[in-house]
């Protein structure tokens, strides 16, 4: 795989640090990366999206979600069922347990976790607080606040 060096762009830019390790920890681990349980991403529309999971043979409690700022972790647990183990004369049904971690945006939340028919559905939303929605500034005539301040601080003409 192609390395990329990211320090000519950490040396100009402030602010950037997670989403650079980000690019060079992910770059790291598709070297090497499991691609089990296979997953969908989607974008529903500007601020929704999906995660769906392939999960088949896995009951909703043996799968835990845990979302924390900036990071969903999935993690699906499978006992070892040693009982039934030599009734198989093949076994094309991967049962072994699993972690998939996923990096979240800023204020993207999960809404939602479905599980029916071997998918796991995770529905995610970004919700920006107001403060940091973007505000229209109403323009106003007349002088600045700081002159109208600084003219009555001068003394008056007899």
């Given at each position: 795989?192609?390395?990329?060096?990211?320090?000519?762009?950490?040396?100009?830019?402030?602010?950037?640090?997670?989403?650079?390790?980000?690019?060079?920890?992910?770059?790291?681990?598709?070297?090497?990366?499991?691609?089990?349980?296979?997953?969908?991403?989607?974008?529903?529309?500007?601020?929704?999206?999906?995660?769906t999971i392939?999960?088949?043979?896995?009951?909703?409690?043996?799968?835990?979600i845990t979302?924390?700022?900036?990071?969903?972790?999935?993690?699906?647990?499978?006992?070892?069922?040693?009982a039934s183990?030599?009734?198989?004369?093949?076994?094309?049904?991967?049962?072994?347990?699993?972690?998939?971690?996923?990096?979240?945006?800023?204020?993207?939340?999960?809404?939602?976790?479905?599980?029916?028919?071997?998918?796991?559905?995770?529905?995610?939303?970004?919700?920006?607080?107001?403060?940091?929605?973007?505000?229209?500034?109403?323009?106003?005539?007349?002088?600045?606040?700081?002159?109208?301040?600084?003219?009555?601080?001068?003394?008056?003409?007899?």
């Open positions: 795989m192609r390395q990329f060096d990211l320090t000519p762009f950490r040396r100009s830019t402030v602010g950037f640090d997670r989403l650079f390790d980000m690019l060079e920890t992910s770059a790291r681990q598709a070297a090497g990366a499991d691609n089990y349980p296979p997953f969908n991403l989607e974008r529903i529309d500007g601020d929704r999206y999906r995660i392939a999960v088949a043979g896995f009951g909703r409690d043996e799968i835990e979302a924390q700022q900036n990071l969903l972790q999935v993690k699906g647990n499978k006992a070892a069922n040693e183990a030599g009734a198989f004369l093949h076994i094309g049904i991967a049962n072994r347990s699993f972690e998939r971690r996923f990096e979240l945006a800023d204020f993207v939340r999960v809404e939602d976790a479905r599980l029916n028919d071997g998918l796991l559905t995770i529905e995610l939303v970004r919700e920006v607080p107001e403060a940091m929605k973007p505000k229209t500034v109403a323009i106003k005539t007349g002088a600045p606040l700081a002159a109208v301040e600084d003219r009555s601080d001068e003394p008056q003409a007899a």
